[in-house]
């Protein structure tokens, strides 16, 4: 049974600092990793997506990577802004394509 | 952009009430998914739908539960009698493929309350 876990639980960084969320997974059998963003009380905004057969995905000041071998995805946010507070949770696809299963995310605070 | 419409946002009901919740998948999805987030908790995979019928269910949706896709367009997620550990944020899920590249668009969510 795949299991999700990010680390840290909660983060609180100055505006413009570079930060790295990490997320491992037991189940090295995926077919992707993703990475969603989910601000309070609504829905989740997908943020990068990494094929199994990709190491990175690159998207503005996100960068995300993945190493399959070891179990791990780390999501990098360059020069942090307040707008960038939320949680943030990762999803590995496994399953035949039909089933994610997500971390319990890590709350990030970006404060001015 | 397309999004994934979910109603109500919020609903209140009494325990053993049964309580259906809708979605409007992006019109040319094929693949339908129901996830639950309880509150302090994970994201939970409950069952995905293609071609008019469950494809894959987790423990958690038992006889309790049920899905249906009525008419071209909604797809509902009923809780025949409702439990207090029912109260949680229902997501709703579509996605046009099921392969490496899937993509899932959620909905805002339904926010369940059990009393």
């Known amino acids: 049974k795949q299991e999700v876990t990010q680390i840290p639980a909660a983060l609180s960084v100055p505006e413009g600092e570079n930060l790295v969320l990490n997320c491992s997974f037991t189940d090295s059998a995926i077919y992707n990793l993703q990475w969603f963003r989910q601000d309070p009380g609504k829905g989740l905004t997908s943020l990068l997506l990494?094929?199994?057969?990709?190491r990175e995905q690159t998207s503005g000041r996100l960068n995300a990577s993945l190493d399959k071998s070891s179990g791990r995805s780390t999501l990098y946010i360059a020069a942090s802004q307040p707008g960038d507070s939320a949680t943030y949770l990762c999803?590995?696809?496994?399953?035949?394509?039909?089933?994610?299963?997500f971390g319990t995310g890590t709350q990030l605070k970006v404060e001015l | 952009e397309p999004e994934v419409t979910q109603t109500p946002s919020h609903q209140v009901t009494q325990m053993g009430q049964e309580v259906i919740l809708r979605c409007v998948p992006i019109?040319?999805?094929?693949?339908f998914y129901w996830y639950r987030q309880i509150l302090g908790q994970k994201v939970e995979f409950l069952v995905s739908?293609?071609?008019?019928?469950?494809?894959?269910k987790s423990e958690i949706f038992d006889d309790q539960f049920s899905v249906e896709r009525p008419d071209g367009s909604n797809f509902t997620l009923k809780i025949r009698s409702t439990k207090l550990e029912d109260s949680a944020m229902y997501f709703c899920?579509?996605?046009?493929?099921?392969?490496?590249?899937?993509?899932?668009?959620f909905g805002a969510g339904s926010r369940l309350t059990v009393l």
């Open positions: 019109s040319n999805h094929l693949y």
């Open positions: 739908f293609y071609n008019n019928e469950i494809s894959e």
């Open positions: 990494i094929q199994s057969s990709q």
């Open positions: 999803a590995a696809l496994t399953g035949g394509g039909n089933k994610l299963t």
């Open positions: 899920a579509s996605t046009g493929q099921t392969s490496g590249a899937n993509v899932l668009t």
